[in-house]
T-cell receptor, first 112, second 112 residues
Framework: DAKTTQPTSMDCAEGRAANLPCNHS???????VYWYRQIHSQGPQYIIH???NNETNEMASLIITEDRKSSTLILPHATLRDTAVYYC?????????????FGKGTLLTVNP | DADVTQTPRNRITKTGKRIMLECSQT?????MYWYRQDPGLGLRLIYY???????NKGEISDGYSVSRQAQAKFSLSLESAIPNQTALYFC???????????FGEGSRLTVL
């Protein structure tokens, strides 16, 4: 599964867009990019995933570069409740060889 | 009620004791997982099961065993608990290779 690199921490002002970067230069052609977040010590929550096209849902947008070596998760209007650890995962959840490995993630702190 | 329920939520035990953590889900998903999280680290996969007759080791299965009693139930056992198994344990499900995992609230285990 692809190794991902994320900044350890980031800050964002409430109401502003939070842009969380992720490098996944070793991602293979059939591996997706997944984003999860974990608020305090709760169970992680799925946010979004994509293969090569940009994706948007009610929580966030995912921008994947054309070469698929990096991506950015965008929270368009960050709130205090978005303070969490965000995990970027490159992996393949299909087939018989399950590969979703959670790294250390990025601690996003949304400030008032 | 939570879709993925873990019991117990907190447990303190002594070295050498046998411990079972239970997970039950009402989502009707075939796939279930057990993860472990240590402070400041990401989640590491212990075991996973794609259906009732399927059990697979994850990256850190030594010292653990699992039982998939039914589609809805997946238990994690520590046959002889040791202090370095002190951690937060999460159960998760997914509907079938989508990568959208649904996590329980976690079971905090302390081994003295």
């Amino acid at each position: 599964d692809a190794k991902t690199t994320q900044p350890t921490s980031m800050d964002c002002a409430e109401g502003r867009a939070a842009n969380l970067p992720c490098n996944h230069s070793t991602i293979s052609g059939n591996e997706y990019v997944y984003w999860y977040r974990q608020i305090h010590s709760q169970g992680p929550q799925y946010i979004i995933h994509g293969l090569k096209n940009n994706e948007t849902n009610e929580m966030a947008s995912l921008i994947i570069t054309e070469d698929r070596k990096s991506s950015t998760l965008i929270l368009p209007h960050a709130t205090l409740r978005d303070t969490a650890v965000y995990y970027c995962i490159g992996g393949d959840s299909g087939g018989s060889n399950y590969k979703l490995t959670f790294g250390k993630g990025t601690l996003l702190t949304v400030n008032p | 009620d939570a879709d993925v329920t873990q019991t117990p939520r907190n447990r303190i035990t002594k070295t050498g004791k046998r411990i079972m953590l239970e997970c039950s889900q009402t989502k009707g998903h075939d796939r279930m997982y057990w993860y472990r999280q240590d402070p400041g680290l990401g989640l590491r996969l212990i075991y996973y099961s794609f259906d009732v007759k399927d059990i697979n080791k994850g990256e850190i299965s030594d010292g653990y065993s699992v039982s998939r009693q039914a589609q809805a139930k997946f238990s994690l056992s520590l046959e002889s608990a040791i202090p370095n198994q002190t951690a937060l344990y999460f159960c998760a499900t997914d509907p079938g290779g989508t990568g959208e995992l649904f996590f329980g609230e976690g079971s905090r285990l302390t081994v003295l």
